[in-house]
């Protein structure tokens, strides 16, 4: 496993979608820092909502198409072959494919919330603003719960990978079931909330959306960002749940991906 870790490791940054996703990153908060002028109030709070949605869309593109490129392409090339030659398992193979995604994932989320910080914390700088941004422990935080929630994505993702024989299909589907896990959320308090009083489209989908629920996370529970920027402190228990939600899922992401790409055969 040590070995795909590392091997991980090397060719993501020798790829040139981290070169690419990185800069597309970059771009992104200096879109947060430019945000800032359009709120004479708010400014570093408008920086950072948007600097922290770009940061989870920046590391999505990079965890998924690392996984595709990785694990994906590899299996696409007939490669794998080669490298399971090799007395090594195929359940060691994906996780330490896995881990390092994690692992660069990780590198460049410490990056770009370093520069975010700093964008944030110049923003505004001669206002001062009526509820101040928290840009310590409750900041770092949140940037966790975003690398939690890729980490998510991302073994999903791998999933996908060890199934799919269409090449672009696992950057598709991760990338949707991103954007459905973050909705998920907002989508059940509407319903549960009856819709805005339209009593038949809460009472046609509420059963639909109680089945989703066992099918997709709610990956909304993962971001934090009310506690940086109005210091909103999340309950201990909700995070707790949130986290625990997080490891389950990826835990059985990667068990499903270990037992579909045991059983495929490479001719």
Request: hydrophobic share 60%; glycine share 8%; aromatic share 12%.
């Amino acid at each position: 496993m040590w070995q795909f870790f590392l091997s991980s490791w090397r060719s993501g940054f020798r790829n040139r979608i981290f070169l690419a996703v990185f800069v597309f990153a970059l771009a992104l908060v200096g879109v947060a820092y430019l945000s800032a002028s359009f709120s004479p109030r708010q400014p570093r709070t408008v920086a950072l909502d948007i600097g922290l949605s770009g940061l989870r869309i920046s590391l999505i593109l990079f965890a998924i198409t690392l996984i595709q490129d990785l694990v994906g392409r590899e299996i696409e090339d007939r490669s794998v072959v080669l490298t399971l030659s090799y007395p090594t398992s195929r359940a060691l193979y994906l996780v330490g494919r896995y881990l390092g995604v994690l692992a660069l994932t990780g590198v460049a989320a410490l990056i770009l919330a370093m520069l975010l910080w700093i964008a944030v914390l110049m923003s505004g700088f001669q206002y001062e603003q009526q509820f101040r941004v928290d840009l310590g422990a409750s900041y770092w935080a949140a940037v966790v719960g975003v690398w939690v929630d890729v980490a998510v994505v991302a073994a999903f993702t791998l999933w996908i990978a060890t199934l799919s024989t269409v090449a672009m299909l696992p950057l598709a589907l991760g990338a949707i079931f991103a954007i459905a896990g973050r909705a998920l959320g907002a989508v059940f308090d509407y319903v549960a909330k009856g819709a805005d009083g339209q009593v038949d489209v809460a009472a046609r989908y509420g059963p639909l959306l109680d089945l989703v629920r066992w099918v997709l996370p709610d990956l909304s529970r993962l971001d934090w960002r009310g506690w940086p920027m109005y210091g909103l402190l999340p309950d201990t228990s909700a995070i707790g749940l949130a986290l625990l939600m997080a490891v389950a899922y990826s835990l059985l992401m990667i068990g499903l991906a270990i037992h579909g790409f045991s059983r495929r055969e490479f001719s």
